[in-house]
């Protein structure tokens, strides 16, 4: 089924259509799927607003600001899942501003990863400047500096768009997708040699800080529990990082699966979009959410909504135990 706007071929994405009671059950799926990881991460979100503790500490900032990421990407994508279902098409100014969400929380993701990864390296490795050195006022900074980052990345994009194609464009309707939006040779360059810096950049500083811990972790045998802890939260940043990696690697992969499996296209591009686009998104409130003590003695209690109303305050030498 072909159908162009503008000169925008949308046969690319709609090539394979679903039966009716097929597309169903995947809207059904990717739907449950994201208000689940979803809730999880706003009750993640109110335990955190609840508890002095947590906000007042910039590994949890930092955190909680990983979970809103999540939530935004996750939404945005299933949003675009949903409609390319219900709409078939949609208008090429929501297509592209959905998208560019998109993109700018894809790129949040791993710088957010490299700055925990430094805080947890100097919370082990110099910890007398930790108080110092990680403020609230930084932390905010820092995040501030994620989005800039991500925009230097990301805004080109459309300036490209702007300057390559007509005003009529944001007026059509589209079948959205990024590759039919953003079309132009340039993109591709673009966002290889972007994406390339942006996660060399990433693992650099997660072996660093591994390395750093690790080492660490032999002199200083009283905090050996902590080091520990610490090199465990840097590996699993890394294999959060890996599966950030899949949004690059997708398309080769698919492709390669296509030509291997052909008649499986509907199958691997459902499978690929749940291990790509949701999966990544469940794994933050397992790996920090869970994992922390603190944060999984509150947490509890609201997943299961029996909160109590009156709470109390903890101590400061329980926020030594976080360190």
């Known amino acids: ?4 706007s503008n000169g925008y ?5 709609l090539g394979y259509r679903d039966a ?5 059950a995947k809207n059904v799926i990717v739907v449950a799927l994201g208000l689940i990881i979803n809730y999880i991460n706003g009750t993640l979100i109110h335990t955190f607003r609840k508890h002095q503790i947590f906000y007042v500490n910039p590994r949890y900032i930092l955190f909680i600001h990983l979970v809103v990421n999540d939530m935004i990407q996750l939404t945005s994508t299933i949003s ?4 390319s279902y219900v709409f078939y098409r949609i208008n090429a100014s929501l297509c592209c501003l959905i998208i560019t969400l998109s993109i700018f929380t894809t790129l949040n993701t791993p710088l957010n990863l490299a700055v925990m990864a430094v805080e947890c390296y100097i919370a082990i490795c110099l910890p007398l400047r930790h108080a110092e050195l990680c403020t609230i006022k930084r932390t905010y900074v820092l995040i501030g500096w994620i989005w800039v980052m991500s925009s230097a990345s990301a805004l080109p994009d459309l300036f490209i768009l702007l300057a390559t194609e007509p005003v009529q464009l944001f007026y059509s309707t589209m079948f959205c997708k990024k590759d039919i939006l953003f079309r132009h040779p340039i993109h591709l360059k673009k966002r290889d040699v972007s994406y390339m810096i942006y996660l060399t950049g990433v693992w650099l500083t997660l072996l660093y800080t591994y390395i750093m811990i690790f080492l660490a972790a032999k002199t200083a045998k009283s905090a050996k529990g902590d ?3 610490a090199r465990n939260t840097i590996l699993l940043h890394g294999f959060q990082l890996l599966l950030c990696m899949l949004t690059y690697i997708a398309p080769a992969l698919r492709k390669a699966l296509f030509y291997w499996f052909p008649k499986h296209r509907v199958q691997i591009v459902f499978a690929s979009y749940i291990i790509v686009q949701i999966l990544p998104r469940f794994l933050s409130p397992i790996v920090y959410g869970l994992r922390d003590k603190t944060f999984r003695q509150h947490l509890k209690k609201y997943l299961l909504c029996t909160a109590s109303t009156s709470i109390k305050p903890l101590t400061a030498a329980k926020v030594m135990l976080l360190y």
């Open 9 to 13: 071929n949308v046969s690319s994405g």
């Open 227 to 229: 080091t520990k802890k």
């Open 1 to 4: 089924m072909n159908s162009s």
């Open 20 to 24: 009716y009671s097929t597309a169903v």
């Open 80 to 83: 675009l899942f949903v409609f």
